[in-house]
């Protein structure tokens, strides 16, 4: 069978029990993805009337797997990804190229470049295929491990079927100064991108992740990029994970970040989502010993009839924790957003603390923003709150500007720059802010 037939199939079972032979992965790692496909094909999308997918109908939107061809040959073509890469992520790919970072390059779902230099000090930093094949004994007891929850089909698919993601090991004591970069590109969304990615962090171990993802518009039918992560950290670990999403149009994107803390760890979800026909885009921190903390901020810029999902949870179960969620973002046309953040205190945590705080500016009239905050409290001698808003664009702010020469055009990208700087303060400075800023700057056109 030639490969332009086996790609124009859905994939079936059949389909799928071939290119998993194909990928001449051990055994263990291919039992696990026949079972996880065992219970995809028994699953059904997530319905609209469950609690979590409340307001998100993936029916309604037009979402289909008809046509996901994932665990496909790679293609075989050379050109560089760096090449084809949106300008809003050139100060990454410069960073990359001067040596101020270490990245691995994807597209399609597969790794086609790695990081140039050496990693040092017992530091790995691989495509998560190769290092189920190099590095099993590692990564086994934490890929799909205890941070991860399977919830949907979808994520039975990413078990099945992940191609793309990494894996990094960041021994004790070391902290990296250098940022680890994944920079996706997807070609042919239409035929779906399925990665994981596992971090983990051994006491007082630090480090900066960046996951940017970009790709062309799908092609006669909606597009896929579903993506997972899970991080493992230490006691006294620090993880910084930036998240800079600029799928394109027509493109359906999944990414859900799980991750354990450790006492007196800290984990900082940087995430800024700007592209794709729909964005479902969460995390989940779970702070189990005593002290450890985790800080959530989300930047959204909607347009069109954009669908924005963000679910966010904080779970506090050691003592003296804290957890906040900032979210802001600017809706323009008839896109929605919907922000859920839910933060748990149980028993025991006491002396912990936890915020939620969500703002959306509503630029024009059809553009809509939901909040729903939860906060369940089943302990005493604790701190917890949340704050949400969402309305039109100051008049005062534009008639002020305005009324001293500057265009009506110019006046809102001042107001909505501006609205987003507390946000980008809690990105990291150089290459990594200047992409954020780019992102948001080509939104605004």
Known sequence: MSLRTEESRPLDAEAFERRLAARGEPEWLAAARREAWRRYEAAELPASNAESWRKTNLASLGFSLDRLQPLAPPAGRAEAVTELLPPELAPLVEAVRRGEAAAILERDGEAVA???????????????????????????????????????????????????????????GLRLATPLVLLSWLDRPEAGAVGHSVIVLEPEAEATVVVAVAGREAAGGPGLHLHGVEVYAGEHARLRFVGLQLLGDGVFGFARRRARLAGGSSVDWILG????????????????????????????LGAGRQHLDFPGEMIHEGRRTSSEMLAR?????????????????????????????????????????????????????????????????????????????????????????????????????????????????????
Request: neutral net charge; hydrophobic residues 40%; without cysteine.
């Open 114 to 172: 790695l990081p140039a230099a050496s990693l040092r000090g017992g530091l790995l930093f691989t495509p998560l295929a190769r290092a189920a094949r190099e590095e099993g004994e590692r990564l086994r007891p934490h890929l799909f491990g205890p941070a991860w929850s399977e919830e949907t089909k979808l994520d039975m698919l990413e078990q099945a079927a992940w191609s793309g993601g990494f894996f990094l090991f960041v021994p004790r």
């Open 273 to 300: 989502e700007f592209g794709g026909r729909l964005s479902r885009s969460g995390f989940r921190s779970e702070l189990l010993g005593e002290g450890a903390g985790s800080r959530a901020a989300l930047a959204f």
């Open 329 to 445: 973002g600017v809706l323009f046309g008839e896109a929605h957003s919907i922000f859920r953040g839910m933060t748990h205190i149980l028993r025991g945590a006491k002396a912990s603390s936890a915020y939620q705080r969500e703002g959306t500016l509503l630029m024009d009239r059809a553009a809509r923003g939901d909040a729903i905050p939860s906060l369940v409290i089943d302990e005493n001698e604790v701190q917890a709150g949340h704050a949400a808003t969402a309305g039109k664009v100051d008049e005062e702010q534009l008639f002020y500007l305005e009324s001293r020469g500057i265009p009506p055009a110019e006046a809102r990208r001042l107001v909505v720059t501006g609205y987003f700087r507390p946000l980008l303060e809690r990105v990291p400075e150089g290459a990594v802010r200047e992409s954020f800023e780019r992102s948001i700057d080509r939104k605004l056109g």
